[in-house]
């Protein structure tokens, strides 16, 4: 089955880290470009941060500029996101989401793959 597997989200003190991990199944992430979404309660999925499948450019959302890091490992047909510094805005369902090409400059049905989501809870 083509799947994509989120890991790692749970419950975070505010100003700790988290790294999920997106793994994908039965299909090469190399020639797709990786997306990281998330939503909280009441609110609308934002896009976050995503890497091209091609140079490695990125593209990081405000809220989470200077916290927030996306890598990829091929090797490992695998992407991350590292969250530092975390806050209770934070606290959200993420989801990572994989679209064939290089293009960071997607729309919603854009991406090909979405991921089934994982918790991140962000609280004292």
């Known amino acids: 089955q083509v799947q994509l597997v989120e890991s790692g989200g749970g419950l975070v003190q505010p100003g700790g880290s988290l790294r999920l991990s997106c793994a994908a199944s039965?299909?090469?992430?190399?020639?797709?470009?990786i997306g990281w979404f998330r939503q909280a309660p009441g609110k609308e999925r934002e896009g976050i941060l995503c890497?091209?499948?091609?140079?490695?450019?990125?593209y990081y959302a405000d809220s989470v500029k200077g916290r927030f890091t996306i890598s990829r490992d091929n090797a490992k047909n695998t992407a991350y996101l590292q969250m530092n510094s975390l806050k209770p805005d934070d606290t959200a369902v993420y989801y990572c989401?994989?679209?064939?090409?290089?293009?960071?400059?997607?729309?919603?049905?854009?991406?090909?793959?979405w991921g089934q989501g994982t918790q991140v809870t962000v609280s004292s």
């Open positions: 890497i091209s499948s091609s140079d490695g450019s990125t």
């Open positions: 039965r299909f090469t992430l190399d020639y797709y470009t």
């Open positions: 989401a994989a679209g064939y090409g290089s293009s960071l400059i997607r729309k919603n049905g854009d991406w090909d793959y």
